[in-house]
């Protein structure tokens, strides 16, 4: 009996959403490659605008 609740613990409660691991990396690092993206050419700006100033 005891083995028979390991098994019901360890398994997949949604069976259809056995991809969602695989598919929210993807998601993540598309964000973070977005926001490196987005950094670089905010400090770009920025930088743009202190060398216009001296």
């Not at 949604?14 to 991809?19: E, F, V």
């Amino acid at each position: 009996m005891n083995g028979y609740a390991i098994i019901l613990v360890l398994s997949n409660l949604h069976p259809a959403t056995g991809g969602g691991v695989s598919m929210e990396f993807v998601i993540s690092f598309i964000v973070a490659v977005a926001a490196g993206v987005a950094c670089h050419y905010i400090i770009k700006w920025l930088d743009s605008d202190r060398k216009g100033n001296k």
